[in-house]
């Protein structure tokens, strides 16, 4: 079974700070790979896919995530974080097929953004 | 367009009461999936329906866990009886084909 790893449970910055999270999983086949941010109290909300392609994706509200497939990572980054960007954020992966995208989520990251 | 709606926001019950989980995914899109988020475990996927057809329930805790789908614009997900250790967060997505899962807001369960 496919699995995802987020290294990193609590990340604190100050703003301004560069952010890196980091995301690997375990499939070797074909994968479609997701960035989810959840606000707190909020539903998720997408903040970039990659499919296929450039493998340097980029999100809404400055965030970017890089796929690299022979280290089957995928790490979200921002090279300036604010306040606002205080939430959780989920790295997914689901396989390719013809069908809907079933997820596999991490286990999360909490990251907190102090003034 | 509204997004994906559930019901309700909050639900508190006590152990061995039922409760039904309500859930209105987004107009035209095919798939819809539940999600229980913990602490402990995060988010699980529970199942998923396609074209309201259920294929994977393997997510499913155990027996006393049931979802439907009887139509395109509506699902529930039933718990009885329920226990102290369903309490969690569950969500609702719903997707059209290979797109983006779009979720609900949840809805929060606490099983005294």
């Known amino acids: 079974a496919q699995s995802v790893s987020q290294h990193n449970h609590h990340v604190i910055l100050s703003e301004a700070a560069s952010l890196e999270l980091g995301c690997n999983y375990s499939y070797g086949g074909t994968v479609n790979l997701f960035w989810y941010v959840q606000y707190p109290g909020q539903h998720l909300q997408l903040l970039l896919k990659y499919f296929s392609g450039d493998p340097l994706v980029k999100g809404i509200k400055g965030f970017e995530a890089e796929f690299i497939k022979s280290k089957f990572s995928f790490n979200l980054r921002k090279p300036s974080v604010q306040w606002s960007d205080t939430a959780e954020y989920f790295c997914?992966?689901?396989?390719?097929?013809?069908?809907?995208?079933?997820?596999?989520f991490g286990t999360g990251t909490q990251l907190k953004v102090e003034l | 367009d509204a997004g994906v709606i559930q019901s309700p926001r909050h639900e508190v019950t006590e152990m061995g009461q039922e409760v039904t989980l309500r859930c209105k995914p987004i107009?035209?899109?095919?798939?819809l999936f539940w999600y229980r988020q913990t602490m402990m475990r995060g988010l699980e996927l529970l199942i998923y329906?396609?074209?309201?057809?259920?294929?994977?329930d393997s997510g499913m805790p155990e027996d006393r866990f049931s979802a439907k789908m009887p139509n395109a614009s509506f699902s529930t997900l039933k718990i009885q009886p329920s226990e102290p250790r369903d309490s969690a967060v569950y969500f609702c997505?719903?997707?059209?084909?290979?797109?983006?899962?779009?979720f609900g807001n949840g809805t929060r369960l606490t099983v005294t």
């Open positions: 997505a719903s997707s059209f084909g290979r797109s983006p899962l779009h």
């Open positions: 329906f396609n074209n309201n057809v259920p294929i994977d």
């Open positions: 107009s035209g899109h095919d798939y």
């Open positions: 997914a992966v689901t396989r390719f097929t013809g069908g809907g995208n079933k997820l596999t």
